[in-house]
């Protein structure tokens, strides 16, 4: 027998195998889905932030060329079907009234039913044989509507008189939490040397992924089942609420993921139009399909951020941080759809900084805006932001050098496992070494130098840089499945969704490894509830973590069962094999099987019955298995002093992640989230007009994204 020479294991710098797919033309997105008979949709959309809809008059359209139906919210209401949930509160860290109040879950009905709460939400859905002819019939739907005043800022949300959004939420306040020890905190305070405190604003900012949304539903009246084909971050969510919906078994509910060109968290949720494809497909008996261009993609995708926060830190007269309060208010936008930013920023207040005390007040204000989710980081990059600014505030106030504060009062390696004021447990780190690192990379001591250097040139220089640790938890529940087919084939099957992170090469580099056998003989599937049972998807960087926690679990049951097998074929004591290579073998002596054949003889039916069958494991994870990636990055910038143009001269980053599975991966995500914080530090914001509820950065020419001439 040939044994395969291997290679392409963790730590190898492996280019991606989906690339030649990707950059081929040969990949499948939501828009190269189609199907002979299918039609299309095209949503009519508010130009209205907020009113009260009396009534939708498609009269015009629905005797032009090509149109086939028009659904309004009193279909979706005839039809007896549901709002989609919209209720993401995570359980482990979960948000509650201060005043004991029962949270009220904005219902989210597809398509407007009463009142409208925002531009660009959905009125009607007009089907046509072909797109053009959807849109001609769209820009003649009439709409009679009571025009309301609106609210598109958190703060002023909360205030009274303000315009309410749903009766149910007085004052718009959805949510009002705490957390931590006031009281602690206050004594703390009340005797405090120094207090540094700090208003800020986390602008709100949204995914603008490289691949707009796109979705094509099907009905089997038949079988009386829906398929559903759209990009998202992971097939399982989407089935579960899309059923819900509907009303219906969730196995009647299919749904297909393929390539997916970029996710940022924003299409971690099952939106609108998933829903209303569906449904049109059920009302037409043929297949619909959406596309979202540009322009619609940034009044309709869910945002980030958009958070208002003040923080008080308190100090001692030695620079030790004693206690630190917050108050943050988010602005959700018009529903429910997510708390996990507002829940899970406040869980790392402290950063990798001890401070023995903290207290957060964390309340959730409904407006005139498109809805915020997770998104790059989900509430952490916020708390990180806050940390380190009023670190650097408090050192100019009490005349500290500012590195020299953090070294004070940062957590040291012998204090792990440390527990913070907000029961979270950081279990390892060397956070004091990240900062060093970023700091010699940047080089940071001869700074001084360089800005005293550009003066007399007239030139302006500044340099900083931010300690940050991330909460790597997301939701718990994840499967996975793998099968040695006797053809040389390894089939693993997982519950993410791969948005561009290289799934297909990193899990094929674990698995590869830990049995020994070829990289190209790894098969990944995923993205299709046909086979994919369960899982939560890609978020919060959860996927590579528990993708090699649970593929170790099926390895070990397959190999312990091959064992048996191969002990059977080869006439021997299971105690006498041993595997390795990819190999069976007898110890001690050159009688061997590889874990193909091993395959081949648990499929050929000659072997005891406990033994017979695919050679296949499934191992699935339904706890929590936090890690707490962190790191240290420190940027020097030019400041044109005429126009204000920020110019990177020097950028460095040290993140600790744990074991790399692919160096090549690795650097390309840093690359990735640098970029995404240099666009929201310089140039990104969702920007609403106050009074009429419009958003203006509705395009490229108004919500600018970082180039490649702009970063280093």
Known sequence: MTVVEFSGGIGASVPRAEDKRLLTGTGKFSDDISKSNQVYAVMVRSEHAHADLISVNFENSISMPGVVMILTGADWISDGLNPMPAWGNPKDVELQNRDGSEIFYTPLFPVVVDRIRRVGEIIAVVIAQTEAQARDAAEHVELDCNVLECVTDGVSALIDGRPQLWPEVPNNLSVDDVKGDKVACDKIFSSARHIVSLETFNQRVTGVPMEPRAALGSYDHQNDSYTLEAGGQGVIRF????????????????????????????????????????????RTGLPVKWVCDRAEAFISDYAGRD???????????NGKFLA????????????????????????VYNGVYNIDKGYAISQGVLTNTTATASYRGAGRPESMFVIERIIDIAAKKIGIDRIALRRLNMISEDSLPYTNAFDVTYDSGKFALSMERAMELVDWNRFPNRK??????GRLLGIGLANYIETATGYPQE???????PSGQVDIILGTQSSGQGHETTYAQVVSEWLGIPFDSVRLRTGNTDFVLAGSGSHSSRSMRLAGHLYRQTIDDIIARGTQIAAFALEVSAGDITFSSGEFRVEGTDRAMNLFDTAAVAKSGNIPSNLSGPLRAVAEINDSL????????????EVDRDTGIVKILRYAGVDDVGRIINPMLVDGQCHGGIVQGVGQALEEECIYDPNSGQLLAGSFMDYSMPRADEVP
């Not at 958070?307 to 007269?317: P, Q, R, Y």
């Not at 936090?626 to 910038?637: F, L």
């Open 239 to 282: 089935r579960n609420e899309l059923s819900a919906t509907f009303g219906v078994e969730a196995k009647t509910m299919n749904v297909v993921s393929r390539d997916v060109g970029g996710g940022y968290g924003t299409r971690n949720h099952t939106y609108s139009e998933f829903a209303l494809v569906l449904w049109a497909a059920k």
């Open 307 to 317: 958070l208002f926060t003040k923080a008080e830190l308190a100090i001692d007269s």
């Open 324 to 347: 630190l309060k917050t108050e943050n208010i988010a602005n959700l936008g018009t529903h429910t759809v997510s708390y996990v930013p507002l829940a899970r920023g406040p869980t």
């Open 452 to 457: 005293d250097n550009a003066q007399k040139e």
């Open 479 to 485: 499967r996975a499945e793998m099968e040695v087919l």
């Open 626 to 637: 936090p890690t707490y990636p962190n790191g240290c990055h420190a940027c020097e910038v």
